[in-house]
């Protein structure tokens, strides 16, 4: 029986498809092909509310609606296939055309950006649709008490409702790439099979993909450079494909499945050091593609360096292939000398170059000692499929998508075994998914598309920076043992990553640009907890602040060398930490210390003058400058600890002094204007005493006074006389004798 709705209606032979809502108005005005599910409102509305009066269920309405439900679904299902069917057909069709090149390349971009634009209007129409139909679901379990939620859920799980046909995208890269041959009057013939180098530097920017966009994502991919699969070159769409194309082969056949074991010591050496950027952090890890190597199979062996701009070198991937038979003496804790390394990879590279088996020698002999160093063992397993995009001819511009990032815990793989066997039960709390795929631009001298740009300014790929699957999987199973997370954990899409009491008691990054940011990826993928998340966010940073606040000076000292348990999160953009860094605090701590020590002898100079002068207001003043010079003297160390402390974790806040120059204002300030009162009062007094104008005595001063104008004050000497007591004389000073 087919459904009351009308849902196929066809105008001029293009077909097209919306959702509309319940009133049945169109979400797309150019649209033909609409579904505006009527039927399934009406048969809601009609049906009886909850039970009947002696408590049973409406089940035979019940039944109606889901039976209902089922054919609208396989109608909209059945439409959306015929679509899928006819832009493939376009496209096989360009794809000859292009190939026999009996049209113009513009003429052929044109076309085919008709067949991508096609693509993600259907898309678009899938998604309505998927969330009209799931509306509707919930609104039937609400009133006739039906499943329609769990049953609708299991029908959206699969084709063509939770993904585009991947294998289209595989014919559009053939044909954008034909294009792109044709512009550049090259032939396909001239194209030779690309190996990947064994040591890449790029300057690499990591983005997340909003899951519902991953098609367009694509398409922008394969219009800027074509599908990359290592050991193939030429044309991806096999003439099987041509006659008829299979569901989803860009990620069934063609896409490489890529598996990563980590190393790590006990104590996670390797993930602290890579958390705060460090110079010269490494990171060691067995890579290998498809199913898992044995015995004489090969793997690569992959070490990381990371290294700052003020050393003068770029980080770098280097790359050593061995046996999987040898892995076993790797990661023994036994020296090795160049011989031992230089057979190993002379056995997995029969074919190499003396000088090139000299450098992979040395790179192996150079992993082994650092696992030998750090007591390194298996940590964490990553499992993704990948998609590539590059140039068969050029390294410019490398872009990959990463698809289902799987992180496994490597902790429990037996003693001396390099991970967990094969055939190893792995159980769901070793096994934690990545929310998002993870896409790659990878620059070699180039700048970023246009294409990509629009996509970061639209919202479907947001800037993920420094994002690692290692960091990633090495926090959510070693929270015990690491006291920094990386910053994504604090965002709601990894509830399921890290452990709740992870979360819960993490000291948060407090710069603008840290908050800015995660607001910017908590409004372009919205979650059902990034409420709730940013409400305690920001209590978490009230009150961080205030505890700040009130913890005083002194506090200063001793968290930086206090042990916490609580978790930190990570600075999204670490600061830059060079050695001329550290010199730099040095000499600001001498400065201040120069400025308390520069108090101090003044003060300790006014308190002589006091002493030997005898001049009693000078003592307020001295004290003053004295205790402010000891208080200067505590900030000076206070902020040189504090800035250690800041510059070790790569926090890049919290380097601005704003209490440092007022303490050393106001000390000075205050010693001036209490020698200033003093000064003043003493003058008054004086003043008072001298009114009367008579002569009084002052011990140790011999005072000069004139009272009349015009006349000697010599004529009036004696000034001054003294007492002999033993002759009993009054003796005074003559002009005359």
Not at 235 to 241: E, F, G
Not at 592 to 610: D, F, Y
Not at 617 to 643: D, E, K
């Given at each position: 029986?087919?459904?009351?709705?009308?849902?196929?209606?066809?105008?001029?032979?293009?077909?097209?498809?919306?959702?509309?809502?319940?009133?049945?108005?169109?979400?797309?005005?150019?649209?033909?092909?609409?579904?505006?599910?009527?039927?399934?409102?009406?048969?809601?509305?009609?049906?009886?509310?909850?039970?009947?009066?002696?408590?049973?269920?409406?089940?035979?309405?019940?039944?109606?609606?889901?039976?209902?439900?089922?054919?609208?679904?396989?109608?909209?299902?059945?439409?959306?296939?015929?679509?899928?069917?006819?832009?493939?057909?376009?496209?096989?069709?360009?794809?000859?055309?292009?190939?026999?090149?009996?049209?113009?390349?513009?003429?052929?971009?044109?076309?085919?950006?008709?067949?991508?634009?096609?693509?993600?209007?259907?898309?678009?129409?899938?998604?309505?649709?998927?969330?009209?139909?799931?509306?509707?679901?919930?609104?039937?379990?609400?009133?006739?008490?039906?499943?329609?939620?769990?049953?609708?859920?299991?029908?959206?799980?699969?084709?063509?409702?939770?993904?585009?046909?991947?294998?289209?995208?595989?014919?559009?890269?053939?044909?954008?790439?034909?294009?792109?041959?044709?512009?550049?009057?090259?032939?396909?013939?001239?194209?030779?099979?690309?190996?990947?180098?064994?040591?890449?530097?790029?300057?690499?920017?990591?983005?997340?993909?909003?899951?519902?966009?991953?098609?367009?994502?694509?398409?922008?991919?394969?219009?800027?450079?074509?599908?990359?699969?290592?050991?193939?070159?030429?044309?991806?769409?096999?003439?099987?494909?041509?006659?008829?194309?299979?569901?989803?082969?860009?990620?069934?056949?063609?896409?490489?499945?890529?598996?990563?074991?980590?190393?790590?010591?006990?104590?996670?050496?390797?993930?602290?050091?890579?958390?705060?950027?460090?110079?010269?952090?490494?990171?060691?890890?067995?890579?290998?593609?498809?199913?898992?190597?044995?015995?004489?199979?090969?793997?690569?062996?992959?070490?990381?360096?990371?290294?700052?701009?003020?050393?003068?070198?770029?980080?770098?991937?280097?790359?050593?292939?061995?046996?999987?038979?040898?892995?076993?003496?790797?990661?023994?804790?036994?020296?090795?000398?160049?011989?031992?390394?230089?057979?190993?990879?002379?056995?997995?590279?029969?074919?190499?170059?003396?000088?090139?088996?000299?450098?992979?020698?040395s790179l192996l002999l150079c992993m082994h000692d650092l696992v030998v160093e750090k007591d390194l063992a298996p940590c964490v397993r990553s499992v993704y499929h990948r998609a590539a995009f590059q140039a068969s001819d050029s390294n410019a511009l490398r872009l990959t998508l990463d698809k289902d990032v799987t992180m496994i815990d490597e902790r429990s793989a037996p003693q001396g075994a390099w991970c967990l066997p094969e055939g190893t039960r792995?159980?769901?709390?070793?096994?934690?998914?990545?929310?998002?795929?993870?896409?790659?631009?990878?620059?070699?001298?180039?700048?970023?598309?246009?294409?990509?740009?629009?996509?970061?300014?639209?919202?479907?790929?947001?800037?993920?920076?420094?994002?690692?699957?290692?960091?990633?999987?090495?926090?959510?199973?070693?929270?015990?043992?690491?006291?920094?997370?990386?910053?994504?954990?604090?965002?709601?899409?990894?509830?399921?990553?890290?452990?709740?009491?992870?979360?819960?008691?993490?000291?948060?990054?407090?710069?603008?640009?840290?908050?800015?940011?995660?607001?910017?990826?908590?409004?372009?993928?919205?979650?059902?907890?990034?409420?709730?998340?940013?409400?305690?966010?920001?209590?978490?940073?009230?009150?961080?602040?205030?505890?700040?606040?009130?913890?005083?000076?002194?506090?200063?000292?001793?968290?930086?060398?206090?042990?916490?348990?609580?978790?930190?999160?990570?600075?999204?953009?670490?600061?830059?930490?060079?050695?001329?860094?550290?010199?730099?605090?040095?000499?600001?701590?001498?400065?201040?210390?120069?400025?308390?020590?520069?108090l101090l002898s003044v003060a300790a100079i006014i308190s002589e003058r006091e002493s030997a002068d005898g001049v009693p207001y000078l003592t307020n003043t001295g004290l003053a400058l004295c205790v402010g010079s000891i208080i200067l003297l505590i900030h000076a160390i206070v902020v040189y600890f504090r800035r250690i402390k800041l510059m070790q974790t790569g926090n890049p806040n919290g380097y601005v002094d704003r209490i440092g120059p007022i303490?050393?204002?106001?000390?000075?300030?205050?010693?001036?204007?209490?020698?200033?009162?003093?000064?003043?009062?003493?003058?008054?007094?004086?003043?008072?005493?001298?009114?009367?104008?008579?002569?009084?005595?002052?011990?140790?001063?011999?005072?000069?006074?004139?009272?009349?104008?015009?006349?000697?004050?010599?004529?009036?000497?004696?000034?001054?006389?003294?007492?002999?007591?033993?002759n009993d004389l009054l003796l005074t000073v003559s002009l005359t004798q």
């Amino acid at each position: 029986m087919m459904p009351r709705s009308s849902w196929i209606q066809r105008d001029s032979g293009q077909e097209s498809m919306t959702a509309t809502t319940k009133t049945g108005s169109s979400s797309e005005s150019d649209s033909s092909l609409s579904a505006s599910f009527e039927s399934l409102w009406e048969a809601i509305e009609k049906a009886p509310r909850g039970r009947t009066t002696d408590g049973a269920s409406n089940d035979a309405e019940s039944r109606a609606f889901v039976q209902l439900l089922n054919e609208e679904v396989y109608c909209v299902t059945t439409s959306i296939e015929h679509e899928e069917k006819m832009q493939e057909r376009f496209a096989k069709s360009l794809l000859r055309q292009i190939e026999c090149k009996n049209d113009y390349p513009s003429y052929f971009r044109t076309e085919a950006k008709d067949i991508v634009n096609s693509s993600l209007k259907l898309r678009s129409a899938v998604d309505k649709n998927k969330a009209a139909l799931e509306s509707i679901a919930a609104r039937a379990d609400e009133t006739m008490e039906t499943e329609c939620t769990m049953i609708l859920s299991q029908k959206m799980s699969v084709h063509p409702w939770n993904a585009a046909n991947s294998t289209l995208a595989v014919v559009l890269s053939d044909i954008f790439q034909g294009i792109h041959l044709l512009e550049a009057d090259e032939k396909r013939e001239s194209e030779g099979e690309w190996e990947p180098p064994s040591s890449f530097e790029r300057s690499t920017t990591k983005y997340w993909v909003e899951p519902t966009k991953l098609t367009d994502l694509l398409y922008t991919c394969i219009q800027e450079v074509p599908l990359l699969v290592y050991g193939k070159s030429g044309r991806l769409t096999t003439d099987k494909d041509m006659e008829s194309l299979e569901d989803d082969k860009l990620w069934k056949n063609l896409s490489s499945k890529i598996s990563s074991v980590y190393f790590d010591s006990p104590s996670m050496c390797l993930y602290k050091d890579r958390i705060v950027r460090k110079e010269g952090a490494q990171l060691l890890r067995a890579r290998w593609y498809g199913q898992k190597p044995t015995g004489d199979d090969i793997l690569f062996l992959e070490l990381k360096t990371h290294h700052e701009k003020w050393v003068g070198a770029t980080s770098v991937k280097e790359r050593a292939t061995v046996m999987e038979k040898h892995m076993a003496a790797f990661l023994e804790r036994v020296k090795w000398s160049y011989a031992d390394a230089e057979s190993i990879v002379s056995e997995a590279n029969p074919e190499m170059k003396e000088e090139e088996l000299s450098k992979a020698a040395s790179l192996l002999l150079c992993m082994h000692d650092l696992v030998v160093e750090k007591d390194l063992a298996p940590c964490v397993r990553s499992v993704y499929h990948r998609a590539a995009f590059q140039a068969s001819d050029s390294n410019a511009l490398r872009l990959t998508l990463d698809k289902d990032v799987t992180m496994i815990d490597e902790r429990s793989a037996p003693q001396g075994a390099w991970c967990l066997p094969e055939g190893t039960r792995v159980r769901s709390s070793m096994k934690k998914r990545v929310p998002f795929p993870v896409f790659e631009v990878k620059l070699a001298g180039s700048e970023m598309p246009q294409s990509l740009e629009t996509l970061i300014a639209n919202g479907v790929i947001i800037e993920a920076a420094k994002f690692s699957k290692f960091l990633t999987g090495a926090a959510a199973y070693n929270s015990d043992k690491i006291k920094i997370l990386p910053y994504w954990a604090e965002h709601p899409a990894f509830n399921g990553v890290f452990q709740p009491t992870q979360r819960s008691d993490c000291i948060h990054d407090q710069s603008p640009a840290s908050s800015k940011a995660n607001s910017r990826v908590n409004s372009t993928f919205p979650s059902p907890n990034v409420a709730l998340a940013t409400t305690s966010s920001e209590v978490s940073m009230k009150s961080t602040s205030r505890s700040r606040h009130n913890r005083g000076l002194f506090a200063g000292i001793f968290a930086c060398f206090k042990s916490s348990k609580q978790h930190r999160i990570a600075p999204r953009r670490p600061a830059r930490v060079e050695p001329k860094s550290y010199f730099a605090n040095e000499r600001t701590f001498i400065q201040w210390s120069s400025s308390a020590l520069w108090l101090l002898s003044v003060a300790a100079i006014i308190s002589e003058r006091e002493s030997a002068d005898g001049v009693p207001y000078l003592t307020n003043t001295g004290l003053a400058l004295c205790v402010g010079s000891i208080i200067l003297l505590i900030h000076a160390i206070v902020v040189y600890f504090r800035r250690i402390k800041l510059m070790q974790t790569g926090n890049p806040n919290g380097y601005v002094d704003r209490i440092g120059p007022i303490v050393l204002t106001t000390v000075v300030f205050l010693g001036v204007v209490v020698l200033l009162v003093e000064k003043t009062r003493k003058v008054v007094v004086n003043a008072n005493e001298n009114a009367g104008g008579f002569l009084r005595p002052e011990k140790g001063k011999c005072v000069l006074r004139s009272s009349n104008e015009g006349v000697s004050a010599l004529l009036y000497e004696p000034s001054d006389v003294a007492v002999d007591d033993e002759n009993d004389l009054l003796l005074t000073v003559s002009l005359t004798q």
